[in-house]
Every structure is written in C-alpha cells, then in structure tokens.
C-alpha cells in the first residue's frame, strides 16, 4: 500500500521564509540577552509576536495556549485546511506530534520524599522539581487542543523530547496509516521555547557544543490518495548508531530503497557521520538545516520534508557540506529521491526517503 504525504505549513523563526533557506538569505542569530544561557550558546532565533496570527478557535483554546502551543496551533490547523482531512471519519483521522521538552534528562527520583509535612512537601516539591516537567501537562493539552478543533478521535501519539521526537512522529504516523489504523494522519513537530528553562534541561545534552536554538514549528500530512499528493514515503528506519560500522549498514539499507540525489540532515550528527553519508551515497548533495538556521528540535524533519518538496518543484538542489557558502545548484533533470536523516542528541538515527516521482517500490 503505498503512503502519500503532502507538504504543509512552517512557522519559522526570526519570519524567516522557506525561499530564506533556498536562497542563503539568512541573517546572523545574536543573543538576545534577556535570559541566562550556557557559555556555548552562539545565538538564538525566536518566533516573536505578530509573526503569525492565529486561525480562529475556540475560546478557551485561545485564552489557555501558551506560546508554544500557539505554534503548533497554527501550523497544524493551517495545514489541514490546505489538505483532504475532512475526506475522512473522525475515527480514521490520526494525529502525531513531537513536542519540544525534555522530561528526561533527571535520573528519577522521589520528590521531597522525606518532607516533615503537607506544607514543607508542597514548598520542597515546587523547588526540587525537574526542569520542565510541568511541559509535559502542557503538550498533552496542546495535543488536546488541537484534535478536538479539528475532530480527530482515531489514532494518536506525542513524543519527546529532543530532536528524534519529530521522526518518531513521523515514523508512527507512517505505521499508522501502513497498518490501517488510519486514514489520514497530521504528523507535525514544534521546537521548545527558548527559556531559562530550555538551558537548565537540555545543559547536559548540550555539552560543549556550539549551540544555536531556534524555535520553529511544522506540520505535514500522510494519506494514500496520490493525487492530492507531493511526494511518495518510499523508506522509513531508525537505529542507535552504537559505531561506524553499524551507521555505514544503517545508511545501506536506505540505499537499497534507492539512491538520493540530495540528502538532508536535521540535528546533531555525530562526527563522521557526514564523511560516511557521504561514501555511501558520493553523488548526493548534502545540506544541514541546522547549520542555516539552527536547532529546531522535533519540528526539524518537517521542516525538511517541506524544504525537500520546494526544492524538488524549483528544480533545486542545496549543498552547505562541501563549501563553507551555501551552493544552490539548478538541477537539469533532478532526482526524485530525497533522503532525510535525523540525528538525535544522544547516538539516535532516523532515515526517511522520499520519491517526488511518486514512482519508487513501497518496502515491507
């Protein structure tokens, strides 16, 4: 059975565009100084208010949304009002979100397990409590929100936290749809929020790394009806990548679905991860959405499956791997295969191949 996926809506920060990211129109992220960050924050990029404006809900959807979920909001409901979910069932409509918070960095614990009473745990637990646990409350509302605006009471998942959320979003909406559990699935992603409370929760991930967090979010929509369709998921795997050896077989295996002429990683690679991308598949341009734009968490493999179709539509094709300026190169006859890779921040890897030729076999 073969899956369909059709392009949807990016919020981007700092209103950059998606013909910013074609066109190496970017300008410099600087910090803004208004909260603490690690000493190897670079810059921040930020989704600022007015950048879009809400599509109507309700109310109390409204009232209650924080910034964050206002973000996924937006881009989820603009994207199912360009696409063919109303086509279907409730029940057979699917949502899938990578939300941008961690609730794992801590090693569990019990908090404030030894206060001497009611009073002394609730002013224990407020202090000891891990950094951005409480987001947790606040992506199931969000994820709440947004399937009862658009009435989807079938299949359902969120994920996080980190980058790799996104791709197992993506990943089990996919499956979702393979398996018949669904129909039409809204598959979508959102970067954190940028905070004091983002650097107390991803330091340790984080490490001494160069780091520049962007707050972003984007949606797309997975189905079966290729005439409403831009590109055809042809190839879906994930691994931890425990050496090299087992990254060069991992990206094998994405090879044998066929063979890319651009790739796209999202992420964190590790380090010879692009030198090896780059032996298994020698003839592929190679672009890092990170490196344009910075870290955008679960929303990053949307973003590229976006950026994928766009380019695929101009004709284009983006290398930011093997010059130090981002080349844009025209494709006479470009390639229809795209193959996204999602680098996670602790050795995750996920591969997702896309067919704009709608043409390439469906693997079991």
């Known amino acids: 059975m073969a899956i369909y996926i059709t392009s949807g809506c990016t919020l981007l920060p ?3 565009s998606m013909g910013n990211i074609i066109d190496g129109n970017i300008k410099d992220a600087v910090l803004s100084g208004s909260e603490p960050h690690l000493p190897q924050i670079i810059g921040e990029r930020f989704i600022r208010e007015g950048d879009f404006v809400m599509p109507s809900v309700d109310k109390m959807i409204r009232r209650s949304s ?16 360009k696409g063919i979910g109303e086509h279907f069932p409730p029940e057979q409509r699917g949502l899938f979100l990578g939300l941008g918070t961690t609730d794992a960095d801590n090693n569990a614990y019990f908090i404030a397990s030894d206060a001497k009473n009611d009073e002394d745990y609730v002013s224990r637990s407020l202090a000891e409590k891990p950094p951005l646990m409480g987001l947790m409350l606040l992506n199931t509302s969000t ?6 605006h658009l009435n989807i009471i079938g ?11 996104g791709g197992h979003a993506l990943l089990e909406g996919y499956y979702s749809i393979k398996e018949k559990r ?21 330091e340790r991930l984080i490490g001494n790394t160069p780091w520049l967090p962007a707050e972003a979010a984007s949606f797309t929509a997975l189905h079966n009806d290729y005439r409403n369709a831009d590109s055809k998921l042809v190839y879906v795997n994930r691994t931890i990548i425990h050496s090299s050896h087992h990254y060069r077989h991992f990206l094998s295996q994405a090879l044998n679905a066929g063979s890319p002429h651009q790739i796209i990683h999202v992420g964190r690679p590790e380090h010879e991860a692009i030198p090896l991308t780059l032996d298994i598949f020698p003839e592929a341009v190679q672009f890092h959405l990170d490196k344009a734009i910075g870290y955008t968490g679960p929303a990053a493999v949307f973003i590229a499956s976006n950026l994928a179709i766009e380019l695929h539509q101009k004709s284009l094709a983006l290398d930011n791997i093997h010059t130090h300026i981002q080349t844009r190169l025209t494709c006479q006859q470009p390639s229809p295969k795209v193959l996204i890779l999602v680098h996670g921040l602790e ?16 693997l079991s």
Not at 68 to 81: A, N, R
Not at 143 to 148: G, T
Not at 186 to 192: E, R, T, V, W
Request: hydrophobic fraction near 40%; include cysteine.
């Open 182 to 202: 669904s129909q039409f699935v809204l598959c979508g992603g959102n970067a954190q929020k940028i905070s004091a409370w983002y650097y107390l929760a991803y």
């Open 143 to 148: 994820a709440s929100h947004l399937s009862q």
């Open 155 to 165: 299949d359902n998942a969120f994920f996080s936290p980190q980058v790799d959320a």
């Open 66 to 81: 924080h910034p964050q979920s206002q973000w996924v909001l937006y881009t989820g409901i603009k994207t199912w009002e």
């Open 347 to 362: 050795k995750q890897c996920i591969a997702v191949l896309l067919d704009m030729g709608m043409s390439g076999r469906e």
């Open 14 to 16: 700092d209103n950059l």
